[in-house]
Antibody
Framework: EVQLLESGGGLVQPGGSLRLSCAASGFTFRTHTMIWVRQAPGKGLEWVSSINAAGDDTYYGDSLKGRFTISRDNSKNTLYLQVNSLTVEDTARYYC???????????WGQGTLVIVSS | IVLTQSPDFQSVAPKEKVTITCRASQSIGTTLHWYQQKTDQSPKLLIKYASQSISGVPSRFSGSGSGSEFTLTINSLEFEDAATYYCHQSSRLPDSFGQGTKLEI
């Protein structure tokens, strides 16, 4: 059974940093592009970042202004998102998801909640 | 690529049929997918590549379209279909989502 389990969220002050993790199991992690998607409270889905299977090709949403860094450790079946210089607008649930063969997102984690507040 | 869904909200009775539209700001072929998100749950893939069904998803859900206009149709609505529905394009990075359509049954 495919499972994606995010962690690392929490309450952080504006300007702070967090490292989000997504532990994958039940599939061959090293063969899949992985994605982070976020959802602000009461709002829609926002694509954040992607990383290819090898980990050497990354993309970011236009609004992130270089503050986020996606990475992966295929030996640990884990995806990461380093988030820096956080603002209140970054308050959201951050989901880890797997990209499948037709570029759809076929499995999602339960998300980890990041709250940016003073 | 901007995806615009319509309507934003719809209230329908059980056993009725509903159609949700997703329009792309440019042609995306058929790289358009649909998700269902129930309250306090993660999104769930409903339809991939505009019209391809997903194992385990009830047959009352279907998708169509190509280019820049797509539809998600739900036949014979059930109470459990109450959710927000999102379209998603993966034709060109960065991927993007529609703003969502909230369905009340």
């Amino acid at each position: 059974e495919v499972q994606l389990l995010e962690s690392g969220g929490g309450l952080v002050q504006p300007g702070g940093s967090l490292r989000l993790s997504c532990a994958a199991s039940g599939f061959t992690f090293r063969t899949h592009t992985m994605i982070w998607v976020r959802q602000a409270p009461g709002k829609g889905l926002e694509w954040v970042s992607s990383i290819n299977a090898a980990g050497d090709d990354t993309y970011y949403g236009d609004s992130l202004k270089g503050r986020f860094t996606i990475s992966r450790d295929n030996s640990k079946n884990t995806l990461y998102l380093q988030v820096n210089s956080l603002t209140v607008e970054d308050t959201a649930r951050y989901y880890c998801t797997r990209r499948a063969s037709l570029r759809e997102f076929d499995y999602w984690g339960q998300g980890t909640l990041v709250i940016v507040s003073s | 690529i901007v995806l615009t869904q319509s309507p934003d909200f719809q209230s329908v009775a059980p056993k009725e049929k509903v159609t949700i539209t997703c329009r792309a700001s440019q042609s995306i072929g058929t790289t358009l997918h649909w998700y269902q998100q129930k309250t306090d749950q993660s999104p769930k893939l409903l339809i991939k590549y505009a019209s391809q069904s997903i194992s385990g998803v009830p047959s009352r859900f279907s998708g169509s379209g190509s280019g820049s206009e797509f539809t998600l149709t739900i036949n014979s609505l059930e109470f459990e279909d109450a959710a927000t529905y999102y379209c998603h394009q993966s034709s060109r990075l960065p991927d993007s989502f529609g703003q969502g359509t909230k369905l009340e049954i």
